[in-house]
C-alpha cells in the first residue's frame, strides 16, 4: 500500500511537472510568434519627437503605405500644414497654381517605388481602410492622440455634386462619393481631442506613446488671418510659421511589410469637368464655370 501511495505521488509530481512545462513554453511561444506593432518616430523642428505606434491587424494597407513613405523618406521636410479645432494636419505638398492660388497635393508613385524606364510619375491613392468602405477589422476609435488619414470629403465638392445631379447625371454621384472614400495616399492627423464622429468613415492606424505634449504645442501655434468679401477678418487654419517635420523613422520590429496596394488617384475635378463639356454640349451652351 505503502509503495502504491509512493507511486501515485510521483505520478502527481511528475504530472505537475510537465503542466508547468507546457504552460512555459506556450507562454515563451507566443511571447516569441506575436508581432510586435511597428514604432515611428516624428521629429518636429524645435517642438520634439513624436513617438506612434501603428496597428497592422487595423489598418494593414495603410500602415504599409506609411512605413513606406517615411522609410523613403517622404515625410522628411515637410510640414504641418493645418491646425483645426481637435486636430494637426500633415504630410502633403503644398503648391501655387496659375492663378496664385495655394493648393495641397499627396504624394506621387516615386515616393513609394522606383519608377520603371518610361513610367510616368502620377499622384496615386490607396483604399480607405474604415466601416463604412467596407472593412469592419477597424475598430480604432478617434481617441486624442490618434492618428489617421487624410482624405477628400464630399464637403470639398458640395456644390460640384450638387451641379451633376442638377445636369442629369445623379446616377454617377455614388461612383463619385466612393472615390472620395479611396483617395488618401500620404496625408495624416493627429487628434488633440476625442473625434468619435471620424470613426468609421476616416481611416485611423495608430496612436501617440510618447510626446502627445509635442503635439499640443503645435496645436497652439498662431495662425494667419484673412478677409472675407463682407469685409469680416476670419481666421484660417494655416499657421504663419509651419511646424516643420525634420524626419520621419520606423521601427518595424524586424518586420518587411513590403509595398501597399495602390491606384492611380482619381481626378474629381477632370471628371466633373467632364461632366460640364458634356452637358454644355448636348444643351447647346459653354461653360464659365
Do not use: C
Not at 501597399?260 to 481626378?267: G, M
Amino acid at each position: 500500500m505503502k509503495k502504491f501511495g509512493k507511486i501515485l505521488l510521483i505520478l502527481i509530481v511528475l504530472a505537475l511537472i510537465l503542466a508547468i512545462a507546457f504552460v512555459t513554453v506556450n507562454f515563451a511561444m507566443s511571447k516569441v510568434n506575436k508581432k510586435a506593432n511597428p514604432i515611428v518616430k516624428i521629429e518636429f523642428e524645435g517642438y520634439g519627437t513624436v513617438e506612434i505606434e501603428l496597428y497592422p491587424n487595423m489598418a494593414p494597407n495603410t500602415v504599409k503605405n506609411f512605413i513606406r513613405l517615411a522609410q523613403r523618406g517622404y515625410y522628411d521636410g515637410k510640414t504641418i500644414t493645418d491646425i483645426e479645432d481637435g486636430l494637426i494636419r500633415g504630410g502633403l505638398v503644398t503648391n501655387t497654381n496659375e492663378a496664385g492660388e495655394t493648393y495641397t497635393e499627396g504624394a506621387k508613385l516615386s515616393n513609394i517605388k522606383d519608377l520603371a524606364e518610361g513610367e510616368t510619375d502620377k499622384a496615386y491613392s490607396i483604399e480607405g481602410e474604415f466601416v463604412q468602405n467596407g472593412f469592419n477589422d477597424n475598430t480604432l476609435s478617434h481617441s486624442r492622440g490618434v492618428i489617421s488619414m487624410y482624405r477628400s470629403s464630399y464637403g470639398q465638392y458640395q456644390q460640384e455634386f450638387a451641379m451633376v445631379q442638377m445636369m442629369g447625371y445623379g446616377e454617377y454621384a455614388d461612383t463619385l462619393y466612393n472615390e472620395l472614400y479611396n483617395s488618401q495616399s500620404s496625408g495624416f492627423f493627429i487628434l488633440t481631442e476625442d473625434n468619435t464622429g471620424f470613426d468609421g468613415t476616416f481611416t485611423a492606424f495608430g496612436k501617440v506613446k510618447k510626446g502627445m505634449e509635442v503635439v499640443d504645442a503645435i496645436s497652439k501655434s498662431e495662425l494667419q488671418k484673412t478677409t472675407n468679401e463682407s469685409g469680416v477678418e476670419e481666421t484660417t487654419t494655416k499657421p504663419i510659421t509651419a511646424p516643420v517635420i525634420n524626419k520621419v523613422t520606423v521601427d518595424t520590429k524586424g518586420v518587411d511589410y513590403g509595398m501597399p496596394e495602390y491606384s492611380e488617384a482619381f481626378d474629381f475635378d477632370e471628371v466633373f469637368n467632364m461632366f460640364m463639356s458634356s452637358y454644355m454640349s448636348s444643351s447647346g451652351t459653354t461653360s464659365s464655370y
